[in-house]
């Protein structure tokens, strides 16, 4: 099996653990390598790296680990593109919807790919185009699209339409589009529902909206999202997951179903349900000292 490592935010105080993976890694007898970036802090830190280095990943790698937080795993997917590799999210971070393995955890659950005891989710993602605007190799987001006033001191007007059909215009600060996997992130602040990762829509949500009748908005996601803001400045600000574009009011951005879907490995152990109730803590009752855990 060939594994490659991708990280771009460890502390130093986490080196050490990453070196221990590598070593379980190699111990295996698997074939291992590490991008180019985590190479740089590893060596910068005192620390040797025997094994091969890559800025653009190989063809023939079996999985990905993802060393972070879920940002990193958002980061992934630039690197990922269409090709298919499964990704394992190893938090090192602090939340971690995604990246749901500690490190201190990592060997158990590289049993459990060796020994086929995991699942691959298939995650949906949001293909961006314009006409006038280049978005870069892969404009595709994991999480959410935002259109936003670049200096968040006036209102933006978001004109949306959905299929060609004009829906509304958003008074607001912003107006995010999501997948699902997405809800558990940005929009969730916002007020959105929280979404089965399996569902097939897009999550439309406006950000501190002037009409308070304007209430976010499901729609399938083989639906065509076209944006087009307005306002007083001549800027305003687009973000593809962690990325931010400028643009103007004569940007007319349109969102798709991307053809190629993120797919997230997830050992045994390990579901939806269950993330839910350690992350955002369902099931604890508040009033007990103990904090009784549900289910």
Not at 130 to 135: K, T
Not at 180 to 189: E, F, K, N, Q, V
Not at 244 to 258: K, M, N, P
Request: glycine residues 6%.
């Amino acid at each position: 099996m060939r594994i490659a490592l991708f990280s771009k935010h460890i502390s130093e105080s986490r080196a050490a653990g990453v070196l221990q993976l590598m070593h379980d890694l190699n111990s295996r007898g698997l074939s291992l390598r590490v991008h180019s970036v985590l190479a740089d802090f590893l060596t910068a830190h005192g620390y040797v790296i025997n094994c091969d280095v890559f800025t653009e990943l190989p063809a023939d790698t079996d999985f990905l680990f993802s060393l972070g937080g879920d940002g990193t795993i958002l980061e992934s997917a630039q690197l990922i593109r269409d090709s298919g590799v499964p990704v394992l999210g190893i938090n090192v971070g602090r939340l971690g919807f995604l990246s749901t393995v500690n490190l201190d955890n990592a060997a158990a659950a590289v049993d459990a790919l060796l020994s086929n005891r995991f699942r691959l989710e298939e995650r949906m993602m949001i293909a961006v185009r314009s006409a006038n605007i280049d978005f870069g190799p892969y404009p595709v987001a994991l999480n959410e699209v935002s259109l936003l006033n670049s200096r968040r001191n006036s209102l933006i007007a978001v004109h949306a339409y959905v299929n060609g059909n004009f829906l509304a215009s958003y008074w607001a600060d912003g107006l995010i589009v999501s997948t699902p996997t997405g809800s558990t992130a940005y929009s969730l602040s916002c007020g959105d529902p929280i979404v089965m990762p399996g569902s097939s829509s897009f999550l439309l949500t406006p950000i501190a909206p002037h009409n308070l009748n304007v209430r976010p908005f499901v729609i399938p996601s083989d639906s065509v999202v076209k944006l087009r803001p307005e306002g007083r400045d001549d800027e305003y600000l687009l973000t593809i997951d962690s990325r931010s574009f400028t643009i103007d009011s004569d940007t007319e951005v349109e969102l798709a179903l991307a053809p190629a879907r993120f797919r997230l490995a997830w050992v045994e152990d390990d579901e939806f349900f269950k993330t839910l109730r350690n992350k955002l803590g369902w099931g604890v009752d508040v009033r007990s000292k103990k904090k009784k855990k549900l289910g």
